[in-house]
């Protein structure tokens, strides 16, 4: 399974057990269909209400860090750099010195038969790995508003349409055309919180992605440094 696939796995699996209270209902329009954006698996799953006040990661915290370091370690199970990264978390706060510390990780592992060359590829590896990920999750992503951006073209368009017709109709149907216009006002709405979520989560994938690239490029520094790879 892909990171990507990773992801939307996850947030398919939050929003199916998010609460009802947080399910939005657009209003019923009698001759023609309620707006239904097409689904994502990005969309957020807080309230309506406390969109404004959200405020996305950016130091790559959270569940989004959280699914791309288990993505990562899934679809690298066994790489001597994940080994290597785990090692070296675990033993910061014994051994501060960094040189140290790196040297009596890669003792550990030579015993193993991993070389200081085998790690260094690992973190490489690592590095493309994500930044692939991180294109194909960006073209998902960009896929998904364009579609819901032209649902919500093709609706707004249609109700624009019935507006007219109605309009040229006799007084009677002036309750008709009232309705046709509060229901246009709650897709307008229902499409900007939809783009909102989907922009909240690209804004939360960037600042996890760019969190453990940084943390990765580190450990390459520290590693072509103090081990001299």
Known sequence: MSLLSSIKNALIEEDVHATPAAEKKPASTPTSASYQPTPSAYRSTSPVSTIATQTP?????????????????????????????????KMKLKIADTSTRLSA?????????????????????????????????????????????QDYKNKTDN???????????????????????????????????????????????SGSLNAILQEIRNDINDITVHLGV
């Open 105 to 149: 990780i890669s003792a550990s592992m030579e015993v193993q038969g991993v070389t200081k060359q085998a790690i260094l590829d690992g973190a490489t590896g690592a590095v493309a790995f994500l930044n692939n990920e991180s294109n194909n999750f960006q073209a998902d992503l960009d896929s998904d508003l364009k579609n819901l951006e």
């Open 159 to 205: 109700i624009a349409s019935l507006l007219e017709q109605k309009q040229n109709q006799i007084k009677t149907l002036s309750e008709e055309i009232s309705n046709l216009q509060k229901d246009k006002s709650t897709t307008d709405v229902q499409a900007q919180e939809d783009k909102t979520h989907l922009e909240v989560s690209r804004i939360e994938f």
């Open 57 to 89: 990661s950016s130091n790559g915290s959270g569940k989004m860090r959280d699914i791309l370091l288990s993505g990562l370690a899934s679809n690298l199970t066994g790489s001597p750099y994940l080994n290597f990264q785990n090692m070296n978390n």
